[in-house]
């Protein structure tokens, strides 16, 4: 595991103990039951694709710790409407705080204003952060495998499933996809950054789509900025991505993500 994910988990443990004890496991299932029902993130990728076009999840994405601030005029309800206008396939949204600058109420907004499904972007530690994920509406958390044992993971990936939600399972390497394949999701994700050194190589992806099984949705993601990315990417059978920065980087939003995938 990198340093920089080390740092992530060890204050992420912290954030979750504390939440924990802040709201009872009752009180947040009584909020889950009452959301809307969960809007199939995998479904939609799915769909897109089966058109004969790209499944973009475009991230609601305000910094990060390559980065720092990204976004300054920061508008998540906003953002949300030119991603889907634009023909993203669902969303992503960052609720993390110490290291993204994210926040709960930006995914409530984000979801409000769409009738595409939204991903929680966040480092999951305990199956409780499913339940409040799906108690603020997430329709799919992420599973990190470099970040848990499998136990975990399976923990984890079950209560999403007994909530109806999808689990995107992020990979880096041939080990880590091994792991996820003992899974039940077929939501993978390969990302293309290095953790420790925040450097981006598209060879992971080629990599590992063709150890990938045919039933899986296969996302790339991390470091797309272009469409001609997008079309070097489908050359090599993958045409689901997970991209933020570029398109939070731009003016008009909505015209960004229609050159990505319109
Ligand atoms: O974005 C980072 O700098 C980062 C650093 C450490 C851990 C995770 C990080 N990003 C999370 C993501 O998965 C990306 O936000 C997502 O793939 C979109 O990437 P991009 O299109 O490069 O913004």
Redesign the pocket.
């Known amino acids: 595991m990198s340093d ?2 080390d740092r ?1 988990l060890e204050k992420k443990r912290e954030e979750v103990a504390a939440r924990k004890a802040a709201t009872s496991v009752a009180r947040l299932g009584e909020l889950a039951l009452a959301q809307t029902p969960p809007r199939g993130f995998r479904a939609a990728l799915d769909a897109k694709v089966a058109a004969g076009g790209y499944g973009l999840i475009a ?1 609601v ?1 305000k910094a ?4 720092g601030l990204i976004r300054p005029d920061f508008d998540p309800p906003a953002h949300a409407r030119a991603y889907q206008a634009g023909g993203a396939a669902c969303l ?1 949204v ?1 609720t993390d705080a110490p ?1 993204f600058q994210g926040h709960e109420d930006y995914l409530v907004a984000a979801r409000a204003a769409v009738t595409i499904p939204v991903i929680r ?1 966040d480092f999951m530690v305990d199956p409780w952060q499913v339940i409040e994920s799906r108690s603020i509406g997430a329709d799919a958390i992420l599973i990190i495998v470099s970040a848990l044992e499998d136990g975990q993971m399976a923990e984890i990936e079950a209560t999403a499933i007994e909530l109806g939600m999808d689990a995107l399972v992020e990979v880096h390497g041939p080990e880590e996809l091994d792991r996820a394949l003992k899974l039940r999701s077929r939501l993978i994700g390969v ?1 293309n ?1 290095n ?1 420790k050194d ?1 450097s981006v190589s598209f060879e992971r992806t080629y990599e590992l789509v063709g150890r990938a099984p045919a039933d899986c949705t296969f996302v790339a ?4 900025t272009s469409r001609a990315d997008l079309d070097a990417m489908a050359e090599h059978d993958v045409r689901c991505f ?5 398109l939070m980087r731009q003016d008009d939003v909505e015209a960004a993500t229609r050159a990505l995938v319109g």
């Open positions: 920089m994910l992530i991230e994405k990060s710790p390559s980065k992503s960052l290291w972007k990302n950054r953790l925040f993601e991390s470091g797309l997970l991209i933020g920065e570029a």
